[in-house]
């Protein structure tokens, strides 16, 4: 089953818009992880952001912010005045601590294109 | 730059073949993960060492294998390769076995003709 569900496949803004990238986990412990990589054209994969199951403070880093919900399983995290750098491919992951392995279960993927 | 090193870059060669990719972690990470991304698999766990012993398997194939040495580098063995292993393989990193955040180098894309 998919731990990771990202239901946007792409999305195309213009520059100085905002993006908010979906992600919604399923999982049945209490202790976990959740992470934003990014994955520009140069293919490799950045992270961005950790948060773990205990804290669902929502913060703001720069253009970066996230909004992490455990009552709706969700973890969106929201690029705001995009610019053209910002394309790349996002990716939502989970980390599960009680299966005593640490590995990333990742979303398909979002696609973000910001035009100039 | 993530502090992750994987060599080669870029790999082509034929159906039957074995290769070798080489990962070196960020400077003081005791645990290395590898990762394949496929166009239709996506981002897949394949194994995770930390400190010379192997912790987790992921969906790796028997044709594969890896190792992490006393220095901490990692290799991840392909052998009997087939079309369906073309794909861009990572290697990451982290502290410790815990769930810190792992960081990524910059993947090794094997094509397999």
């Known amino acids: 089953a998919q731990k990771v569900t990202q239901a946007q496949t792409e999305i195309s803004v213009v520059e100085k818009e905002d993006v908010t990238l979906d992600c919604v986990y399923e999982?049945?412990?209490?202790?976990?992880?959740l992470f934003w990589y990014k994955q520009p054209p140069s293919g490799e994969l950045v992270f961005l952001i950790r948060r773990n199951s205990f804290d669902e403070q929502n913060e703001i880093s720069g253009r970066y912010s996230w909004n992490f919900q455990k009552s709706t399983s969700s973890f969106n995290f929201t690029i705001t005045a995009s610019q053209v750098v910002d394309s790349a491919v996002y990716f939502c992951?989970?980390?599960?601590?009680?299966?005593?392995?640490?590995?990333?279960?990742f979303g398909a993927g979002t696609t973000v294109t910001v035009r100039a | 730059d993530s502090g992750v090193t994987q060599t080669p870059k870029h790999l082509i060669t034929a159906t039957g073949q074995r290769v070798t990719l080489r990962c070196s972690p960020r400077s003081g990470d005791l645990s290395v993960y590898w990762y394949q991304q496929s166009l239709d698999q996506g981002l897949q766990f394949l194994i995770q060492?930390?400190?010379?012993?192997?912790?987790a398997k992921g969906n790796i194939l028997e044709r594969f294998s890896a190792q992490q040495f006393p220095d901490l580098h990692s290799e991840l063995n392909l052998s009997s390769l087939e079309l369906g292993d073309s794909a861009l393989y990572f290697c990451?990193?982290?502290?410790?076995?815990?769930?810190?955040?792992?960081?990524f180098g910059p993947g090794t894309r094997l094509t397999v003709t």
């Open positions: 060492y930390y400190n010379g012993e192997e912790r």
């Open positions: 990451a990193s982290s502290v410790a076995e815990a769930t810190y955040e792992q960081y």
């Open positions: 992951a989970l980390s599960e601590a009680a299966l005593n392995d640490y590995k990333l279960s």
């Open positions: 999982t049945r412990d209490t202790t976990y992880y």
